[in-house]
Every structure is written in structure tokens, then in C-alpha cells.
């Protein structure tokens, strides 16, 4: 199992930015540099759900509501993906996981809250 730890998360006024970090210690680099890198949310009793992922090779692909807003990216070097949230709104408040490649390896997640 892929340990990844998550940390950014925090309260912010609405427009305001969070930016999260997920970093996979244990994992060696070689393993690391290809994964699809993936940021989830899950609201209150809904499933998690796409926000942005990476491939090994920096292709992105973004969901709907956060293109525009949020940018994800990764070090390889130190095995980290990072989601920059700018403009966050109210409808953003959730938790947020991340996820190695499409395992059921996930991130503790970390919530985040915007208030307007």
C-alpha cells in the first residue's frame, strides 16, 4: 500500500487560495515518476470526485467546475503533487484526497473550508 500525506488545507474567505500538498515518502522515485497523480473531493455523505490529475508525463486534465481556478502540478524529485486552489468559492468546501494512480491508495484527506 502507497503511503501519501496531505497537508494545506485550511479556512479561507471566498476568492481567497489554499494550496494543497501530497507527498508519498515511502515510495521510491522510479515508481513515482510515471503514476497518474490524482485530487479528489468528497462532500457530507456523497462520493469523492474528480478535481484534477497529472499524468508521469505533466499531461492535466481538470474538472469543469475548478478549470480556470485551480492548477495541479508535481515534483518528482520529491515524489509531491500539489493543487494550487485560487478564487476559491463556498461550493468548494470539502474534503480533499489524493490518490495514486486509479488504487485504492488515497491520501488521509484534508478539509477545506471557504466561507463567504
Known amino acids: 500500500q502507497v503511503q501519501l500525506v496531505e497537508s494545506g488545507g485550511g479556512e479561507v474567505q471566498a476568492g481567497g487560495s489554499l494550496r494543497l500538498s501530497c507527498r508519498a515518502p515511502?515510495?521510491?522515485?522510479?515508481?513515482?515518476?510515471?503514476?497518474?497523480m490524482g485530487w479528489y473531493r468528497q462532500f457530507p455523505g456523497k462520493q469523492r470526485e474528480l478535481v484534477a490529475s497529472?499524468?508521469?508525463?505533466?499531461?492535466?486534465n481538470y474538472a469543469d467546475f475548478v478549470k480556470g481556478r485551480f492548477t495541479i502540478s508535481r515534483d518528482n524529485s520529491k515524489k509531491t503533487v500539489s493543487l494550487q486552489m485560487n478564487n476559491l468559492k463556498p461550493d468548494d468546501t470539502a474534503a480533499y484526497y489524493c490518490?495514486?494512480?486509479?488504487?485504492?491508495?488515497w491520501g488521509q484527506g484534508t478539509q477545506v473550508t471557504v466561507f463567504s
Open positions: 497529472i499524468s508521469g508525463a505533466g499531461n492535466t
Open positions: 515511502r515510495l521510491i522515485t522510479s515508481t513515482f515518476r510515471p503514476a497518474v
Open positions: 490518490r495514486f494512480g486509479l488504487t485504492d491508495d
